[in-house]
């Protein structure tokens, strides 16, 4: 029997840690999103740890065929994954937001799919939710294995600026995307047919379930906190340390798509095993400190990764500004963009041949002479000195450069600062520590207990129940746990204190001698004569009256 083509083998299903795949759902069922448009489903074409990839089309009265425009994941409603993604389409990924960015930017397009639609739909009994995306074609990871794990400098290069230009637009809405790699980047179709120059061809970022927005509601960047639950979120192999610390920002998506740069020209990660890839078993926070070091010295870690090859100028350059940036800072996406814009061939994706050279132009200005950013109206001083803007900032730039020092940053091991010490943060290598990892607790959590705190340094209140039969004083802090425990103690002492009492009265009393039983029993017959002598008196006087 002939072996069966890779295409006919069904794929495994395997649900993600703590989540539920959904049924198959049947292909002709029709799907009514918020907007009261409807898609009719087609055949299964991808499955995830959350859920499923069905093709789609918005013609419900003809069957889906292989060359649908759209595509619907769909994944349980107490999943959570295309909830956030879900999200991120609605707020950020809008046909008119992508083209009011792209027209800003003189761009014809962007790498980023557009929302069609999204809702909740009910079959046999249990409630999905549901996602519509255009459908695209294959990813780069796919690419990357079918070429023996290699692919061309002009590809990657292509694929940098692409992603480069798809990064800027999801952080100019405030999000960080968190798992950049190469099965999220798929790559446009052309009459079902890649383009022939497979450099040309259009290449898309998506899956955003991992999406965080990295700034409040106000336009302020979060800070950098250490988060034990989301560490080490996204693949392994290309996350950034931010992330290994549970945090996000513009700086770990940037160093994420650096360590898929490295890969897709080397072939493999120096952290990785020899085929490429990680073992199940690997330590998150091995892989961590790997990436520590080998970021100490980017010159030593072209060298691990390129062997005896010369490592491309380009990439070298984007991993020491990578290094350089700080956690809240801005990237400057025209400089890097310009790192791998080598070959303009691929301009007809983005835009006018005068875009580019504006960038390049700019970028020479404002990397090189970096204290020529804004205009600032000369003062003297004292009347005889004339600072003007250039030798200001050129002065405060020099004082940071001074101020700052390497070496002090690399004697201290950043994850165990995060991790140990209580002090605010020296450098964007050394974070603030973390909760205890044994407890857990949540930022919630911390806030009850901190109020608790408070409460019980503060003043008690009276009770005011008048059915209870005590009027004790009742701290506000207690919690019905302690209450029943406190109730508890207080029966237990009102116990001691009766047998206290009935002890001490037991003390008080006379002791019992002979003398004192015989007077007790005399006491007693006088009593008894007392009463016979009452009785008799009383029965002569009824006698008298009767007469």
């Not at 006919?8 to 759902?25: F, N």
């Not at 069905?54 to 999943?79: F, M, R, T």
């Not at 179709?189 to 383009?195: A, L």
């Not at 990785?272 to 078993?281: A, K, R, T, V």
Request: net charge positive; aromatic share 8%; charged share 25%.
């Amino acid at each position: 029997m002939a072996p069966r083509r890779a295409e006919e083998i069904p794929l495994k299903r395997v649900a993600a840690l703590g989540c539920r795949l959904p049924s198959r759902l049947p292909a002709g069922e029709i799907l009514t999103d918020i907007t009261q448009n409807s898609w009719r489903l087609g055949n299964s074409i991808g499955c995830g740890g959350f859920g499923d990839v069905y093709l789609a089309s918005n013609d419900i009265h003809k069957p889906v065929g292989q060359n649908a425009k759209y595509v619907i994941k769909i994944e349980p409603h107490n999943n959570g994954p295309l909830f956030v993604e879900m999200n991120f389409y609605i707020r950020a990924a809008r046909k008119s937001m992508i083209e009011t960015w792209c027209k800003d930017q003189n761009l014809l397009q962007v790498g980023i799919p557009s929302y069609e639609g999204s809702g909740s739909h009910v079959y046999g009994g249990e409630k999905y939710r549901f996602l519509v995306i255009p459908r695209y074609g294959t990813d780069v990871s796919k690419l990357f294995l079918a070429n023996g794990r290699k692919l061309s400098s002009k590809f990657v290069n292509s694929l940098a600026v692409q992603m480069l230009y798809a990064i800027e637009y999801i952080h100019n809405q405030g999000y960080a995307h968190s798992d950049i790699k190469g099965a999220n980047i798929l790559l446009k179709k052309n009459n079902q047919e890649y383009r022939t120059e497979i450099e040309k061809t259009q290449a898309f970022l998506v899956d955003y379930g991992l999406a965080y927005r990295y700034r409040t509601s106000n336009g302020i960047h979060k800070p950098f906190v250490h988060d034990e639950r989301r560490a080490h979120e996204g693949t392994l192999e290309y996350t950034s340390r931010d992330a290994h610390h549970g945090t996000h920002s513009r700086r770990g998506d940037l160093e994420t798509l650096g360590y898929n740069i490295l890969q897709w020209l080397c072939g493999r990660l120096p952290w990785e095993n020899e085929n490429g890839g990680l073992s199940p078993s690997a330590d998150p926070d091995e892989i961590h400190d790997k990436k520590e070091n080998f970021l100490l010295n980017i010159d030593t870690f072209m060298k691990e990764c390129f062997k005896d090859n010369k490592a491309p100028e380009n990439i070298t350059n984007y991993m020491k500004y990578i290094v350089n940036l700080k956690f809240e800072s801005r990237p400057d996406y025209v400089y890097l963009r310009s790192l791998f814009r080598q070959d303009l061939s691929f301009e007809s994706l983005f835009g006018k041949r005068l875009s580019f050279a504006n960038e390049n132009s700019s970028r020479i200005e404002t990397f090189k002479r970096p204290y020529l950013r804004e205009r600032k109206p000369c003062r003297p001083v004292n009347g005889e000195v004339r600072i003007t803007r250039n030798t200001q900032l050129l002065a405060e730039h020099e004082k940071k450069e001074s101020d700052f020092s390497w070496e002090a940053v690399l004697a201290c091991h950043p994850d165990k600062l995060a991790k140990i010490s209580a002090q605010p943060p020296s450098s964007p290598l050394t974070p603030p520590p973390s909760p205890p990892p044994p407890t857990l607790p949540t930022y919630a959590m911390l806030a009850v207990q901190q109020r608790m705190k408070e409460r019980q340094t503060g003043l008690v209140r009276q009770r005011t129940n008048s059915k209870s039969s005590d009027n004790d004083l009742k701290p506000k802090w207690m919690t019905p746990a302690m209450e029943e425990v406190a109730q508890l103690r207080k029966r237990n002492l009102q116990k001691i204190q009766l047998d206290a009492n009935a002890n001490e009265t037991k003390r008080l009393t006379p002791r019992l001698t002979r003398s004192r039983v015989a007077q007790l029993k005399r006491k007693e017959k006088a009593m008894k004569r007392s009463l016979q002598t009452d009785s008799k008196s009383g029965i002569k006087k009824k006698r008298k009256l009767s007469y």
